[in-house]
């Protein structure tokens, strides 16, 4: 059982950047994908959650109309597109495959190992 991400890097701000999850050993396309990040110093937090089941999507207040989350079943692979970035994004960012997707009820089964995203000059 593997999530595993990618696309991470230093970027200056107002850059872009797009991360990417390859799920790998179990079904993947029945939970919903969901990215979090952990800035240096602060507690983890949820970014994005895109639904398996409808298709809905949700963000944080933060990078709402700048993050954009996507998936491909068919390759078994999540996206974070990232644009118009600030240094504030500067976090170590986890892809997440949980049964449920609602701010304050996520029930993750499997977690990436995270890449790191740095936005400064």
């Known amino acids: 059982v593997q999530l595993a991400e990618s696309g991470g890097g230093l970027v200056q701000p107002g850059g872009s950047l797009r991360l990417s999850c390859v799920a790998s050993g179990f079904a993947s396309n029945y939970y919903a994908i969901a990215w979090f990040r952990r800035a240096p110093g602060k507690a983890r937090e949820g970014v994005a959650c895109l639904s398996a089941q409808d298709g809905n999507t949700i963000y944080a207040d933060a990078v709402k109309g700048r993050f954009t989350i996507s998936r491909n079943k068919a390759k078994k692979e999540g996206y974070l597109q990232m644009d118009s970035l600030k240094p504030e994004d500067t976090a170590v960012y986890y892809c997440?495959?949980?049964?449920?997707?609602?701010?304050?009820?996520?029930?993750?089964?499997?977690w990436g190992q995270g890449t790191q995203v740095t936005v400064s000059s």
């Open positions: 997440a495959a949980s049964t449920t997707c609602a701010w304050g009820s996520f029930d993750v089964g499997f």
